[in-house]
Each structure stands twice: as C-alpha cells, then as structure tokens.
DNA sequence: CTGCATCCGGTATGATACTG
DNA sequence: CAGTATCATACCGGATGCAG
C-alpha cells in the first residue's frame, strides 16, 4: 500500500539511499562544516570522483551546502543544510543499530 | 573519530546500505512474510536479477529467511529474522523523515 | 507456472594523470 | 587543493533457458 511513488521510505531512499551519501553525512554530522579533503581522509575507499558525485547530488537534493573560496590554493567547504540537519534522527538510528549489533560480533 | 573500520554507521551501512535492500525490508516489515513474486510486485523497478542478488546478500547476513517449499509450481518465501527485525527504528525514522518531507514538497 | 542462473550490451565505478 | 579527463573494469538490466 505505502509502496506507490509516494511512498515516504521510497522518497528517503531515492535522497540518500547510497552508501557513500550515508557515510558522507555521518562525517558531517560528526565534525561539521569540513573541506573536500578532510572528507575524503575521513572516508575509506571512496575514489575522488565518486566522492565528487555524490556531493553535487546531495547539494542539487538541498542536503548540504557548498561553499568556494576564490581563493589560491583553492578551498571549498561542504556544510549540512537545515534539511541535512533534519536526517540526523536517521543516521542515530543506524549507528545506535550498528552499536547494538558489533556488541553481538564480539560476543562471537 | 569514528571512522575506523569499526565505525558502527559503517557496519550498518555495509548491510543496508543499498537503495533495493531498504526497499525490501520495507515489504517485508509491512507485508510480513512475502514471496519472490510479491516483493517482486512490491518493489518498482527493480529486476529479478537484482532482487535474487540482494535477498541472498540480505539471507547471507542474517538479516532475512528464505524457505523453499519443495512444490510443484515451486514456492519460495521470505521472512525476517530477529536481527532483520531488530532494523525496524531505522526503517521508522526513514518513514517519518519521508512523510514530513513529502508535506514539504506539497507546499512548493 | 515460479524462481533463478546464464549470456550479452550498456552504464556506472575506480585508478591514474592532468589542470586551474 | 579541488576537481576534471581518460580509460579499463565491474556492475546492472533485459532476454533467454531451465529445473522443479
């Protein structure tokens, strides 16, 4: 029934149902407004136009904000939107999760 | 700081961290236990293909059942474990953030 | 008839090198 | 430093075939 294309879960999905989006959100939601590169380190295995990619998405989907500085050497910092911001009760959820179940792998 | 290989939101994400995974567990958490041919139906463009390479992955990590019923025409089902179940709170807050954004978009 | 494995063509992804 | 361009590769979707 919720599964027509008004299907709220489907409609998150299509925004950040990606896992370098989720990772890239966790690392803004942990360190806050951060550098092309310091999200880069912070992010294991994603190649640089990937993380290049997915950026512009989440910007063009109004999740996170891009900010250039005419500057040389070049500086362009990426910052959560208030939408951004309001996905925080989701990623919690995923790491509260996360939590719970490496507890379980430990016990193994 | 998190970040690490044991960071949890990485954990999570490396086992739903793919559009068709949420898309399925969505089914099954609100259809309860299905079958191939109804998360098939269930789940808009995805291919059959697709779906069979997720549902293992999903099996191969504890997260859902799958029982074959050795009939004629053959008969596979799916369920979700207690670990499968225990994701519900993420799937929540995903329905939640959908449903206020999609009021949102309404007002545009 | 259902579930799913295989083959093939298109698309997305990764590694490297290069530019402003 | 923050990307873009290029190319090799892996993945994905669609059609087909097959077993039960």
Redesign the pocket.
């Given at each position: 029934m919720p599964c027509d294309k008004s299907c709220p879960i489907e409609h998150t999905v299509n925004l950040i149902g990606h896992k370098w989006k989720v990772l890239i959100l966790r690392n803004l939601f942990h360190q806050g407004t951060q550098?092309?590169?310091?999200i880069?380190k912070g992010i294991h295995?994603?190649?640089?136009?990937?993380l290049?990619?997915q950026?512009r998405q989440l910007e063009a989907d109004g999740i996170l904000c891009?900010k250039?500085y005419p500057e040389v050497?070049?500086?362009?910092e990426y910052s959560l939107t208030a939408l951004g911001e309001s996905l925080k009760p989701i990623l919690d959820e995923m790491n509260k999760w996360g939590i719970e179940h490496l507890k379980q792998r430990d016990v193994d």
């Open positions: 550098r092309f590169g310091e880069h295995g994603i190649s640089q136009k990937m290049t990619q950026l891009r250039v050497p070049p500086k362009v």
